[in-house]
């Protein structure tokens, strides 16, 4: 690929030299795309701050090989706020991903690395619809989120093979 092709290709991914970064690729835009889940983690923050993590790698199209980081808390109450709403949210989330793998929740999902153990028995390696939306809030700022749909049962068409895929 010639150093023009990598330019437009920049160029058609949206990349505005204005106001993005030069240290890395503008963010996958909303829609909704063929993942497998590549690593479920939970983590703890140096500041105490607890979230579950997840990995998906995209799997066909303009964006067949990128990373999407989808990142959910898992504490109730943060600096004197409550989050039992957030924390909703991540169950939500963390039951769609095992069902959508043919798993269940096993009634010892008491923490976060409990969650992390859940997804790794079968979620983790598993396919999946990920969808991306983007809301603005109050402030201005952009909020990406994130919901699971069973994976398309539709077979591949020659539009969703690359000629890197092919072993000849």
């Known amino acids: 690929m010639s150093l023009l092709d990598i330019a437009k290709s920049i160029k058609k991914e949206g990349f505005d030299p204005r106001k ?4 890395g690729p503008a963010p996958i835009p909303a829609g909704t795309y063929p993942v497998v889940l590549k690593k479920a983690t939970f983590n703890v923050s140096d500041k105490g701050w607890e979230s579950l993590g997840y990995q998906f790698e995209i799997r066909g199209g ?5 990373s999407e980081f989808a990142t959910f808390g898992t504490l109730t109450e943060w600096n004197g706020k409550d989050l039992n709403w ?4 991540t169950m939500k989330f963390f039951i769609k991903a095992l ?3 043919g798993d269940n929740m096993q009634g010892n999902e008491e923490d976060g690395k409990a969650l992390e153990e859940a997804l790794q028995r079968k979620a983790v390696g598993s396919y999946y619809n990920l969808v991306i939306t983007v809301t603005k809030g109050k402030d201005g700022r952009e909020f990406r989120n994130y919901d699971l749909e069973e994976e398309s049962t539709q077979p591949l068409t020659e539009a969703d093979i690359d000629e890197d895929d092919l072993p000849f």
């Not at 303009?62 to 990128?66: K, T, V």
């Not at 957030?86 to 949210?89: G, I, P, S």
């Open 20 to 23: 993005d970064s030069a240290n």
């Open 62 to 66: 303009d964006y067949s090989g990128r």
């Open 86 to 89: 957030a924390v909703e949210r």
């Open 99 to 101: 069902v959508l793998a």
